[in-house]
């Protein structure tokens, strides 16, 4: 699923809480026939100049809340925003403990430079980096992985598990039940 956001919001300009207020409404209402199976709902910042920190909070992490408490399988990615609009959605969510995956489309129409920006400690960055290099693992193998390298402090599977769980629950990583145990994988 592909939204532009520019061309929804009508502005290219996206400033003030009630402007994002109206950005939600109309977002919420894309957002009630969601699929069955986890996706990333791509949005289109192509053309978008500034998001303010109040347009923000009150549409873009509004919005992904919402669709945490509806346990829906959207999984918004932002595309093509161009580094001020990411500085001022990192600067946001970092306010608001939260992150997004970040990701630019070619021409071709395919996704590259996928980046996570908001509020991500190093671990996280680290478990995400290792996740998307994989394309798909779990806490297990992680931590055989990172056991075995040379100088590594060992971690315990827990830990990787909750960070992986963490993960899931920004928006980054999609878990995928296998069998009793889970395993992830970016959401793009």
């Known amino acids: 699923m592909q939204t532009d956001i520019a061309e929804l919001s009508g502005s290219t300009v996206l400033g003030g809480a009630l402007p994002g207020q109206a950005l939600f409404t109309k ?3 894309l957002a009630r ?3 069955s199976i986890p996706t990333g709902w791509l949005w289109n910042m192509q053309g978008v100049e500034v998001v303010s920190p109040s347009f923000a ?3 873009f992490v ?3 809340a919402l669709l945490r408490a509806q346990r829906s399988n959207l999984v918004p990615v932002i595309v093509n925003a161009n580094p001020d609009v990411r500085e001022d959605l990192a600067l946001t969510l970092k306010t608001a403990q939260s992150a997004i995956l970040s990701c630019t ?3 071709e129409g395919k996704l590259n430079d996928f980046e996570l920006i908001g509020d991500l400690d190093a671990h996280l ?3 995400f980096d290792l996740v998307a290099e994989r394309g798909e693992t779990d806490a297990k193998e992680l931590k055989e992985l990172t056991d075995a390298r040379p100088g590594s ?3 315990v599977q827990t830990a990787w598990n909750n960070r992986l769980a963490k993960l899931v629950e920004l928006g980054a990583l999609i ?3 296998h069998g009793r145990s889970k395993r992830y994988r970016p959401v793009i």
């Open 175 to 177: 878990e995928i039940p």
């Open 153 to 155: 402090a060992p971690i």
């Open 27 to 29: 977002l919420a209402a």
């Open 105 to 107: 489309r070619d021409s």
């Open 57 to 59: 909070r009150e549409s």
């Open 125 to 127: 960055q680290a478990t």
């Open 33 to 35: 026939s969601g699929p």
């Open 62 to 64: 509004s919005i992904r």
